[in-house]
């Protein structure tokens, strides 16, 4: 089982480029989200999905799209990179929304807008 | 809203001593889950414990445990017998059940284990 595949693992973007960061689950797991990690702010929820077609947003969702077309996708779009964007990007899933369930995170995707 | 707070940034303990780690929680849902996730210096997350709000007893997982006191709205990590392989990021986590069971975490705390 590969769990929670994420590419890729280092980006750099130059201010106003666009990229998609991608994640992949192989666990038929019906809850997706994604996170941005960094220095002092623990883990921010960016936006989630409750199964394919559903998406809604987090807390910090502004400069960021998401779309779930199928259970194992869940790619995080940024629009037009600013350097305010520079973090560790987490996407994470697990079984149900709701439930004794921890997440399982993928490896990060370290991301830095010049 | 949600709200999880983190008020030890770093903490120090010494190799086979227990530690317990805080974090306060707020929210106007009745159910509602507490998590424990670890983050060693390699930048995995790892999640380590549960309580869900109804449950009677305090988790337990190996030398995890969750001391959780609803009317305080605590829900502190407790390691016992630390080993140096615990010096990482310990975050604390909620999942409220309405509004999307949307998980928002706190802004961890940096646990030592010192020799």
């Known amino acids: 089982n590969a769990g929670v595949t994420q590419t890729p693992k280092f980006q750099v973007l130059k201010t106003g480029q666009s990229m998609t960061l991608q994640c992949a689950q192989d666990m038929n797991h019906e809850y997706m989200s994604w996170y941005r990690q960094d220095p002092g702010m623990g883990l921010r929820l960016i936006h989630y999905?409750?199964?394919?077609?559903?998406?809604d947003q987090g807390e910090v969702p502004n400069g960021y799209n998401v779309s779930r077309s199928t259970t194992e996708d869940f790619p995080l779009r940024l629009l037009s990179a600013a350097p305010s964007q520079t973090s560790v990007y987490f996407c994470?899933?697990?079984?149900?929304?709701?439930?004794?369930?921890?997440?399982?995170f993928g490896s990060g995707t370290r991301l830095t807008v010049v | 809203a949600q709200k999880i707070t983190q008020t030890q940034p770093g903490m120090f303990v010494q190799e086979k001593e227990a530690v317990t780690l805080d974090c306060t929680y707020d929210?106007?849902?009745?159910?509602?889950?507490l998590f424990w996730y670890k983050q060693p210096s390699s930048g995995e997350m790892i999640f380590l414990i549960y309580?869900?709000?109804?449950?009677?007893q305090n988790a337990t997982e190996g030398r995890y445990s969750l001391n959780f006191q609803k009317a305080r709205k605590s829900a502190n990590l407790v390691i016992s017998a630390s080993q140096l392989g615990d010096s990482a990021m310990y975050f604390c986590?909620?999942?409220?059940f309405g509004g999307g069971f949307k998980t928002i975490f706190g802004a961890g705390t940096r646990l030592f284990v010192k020799a």
């Open positions: 994470a899933s697990r079984r149900s929304p709701s439930g004794d369930y921890g997440y399982t």
């Open positions: 929210t106007s849902d009745p159910s509602y889950g």
């Open positions: 999905s409750v199964g394919a077609g559903i998406t």
């Open positions: 986590a909620m999942r409220e």
């Open positions: 309580q869900g709000s109804y449950d009677q």
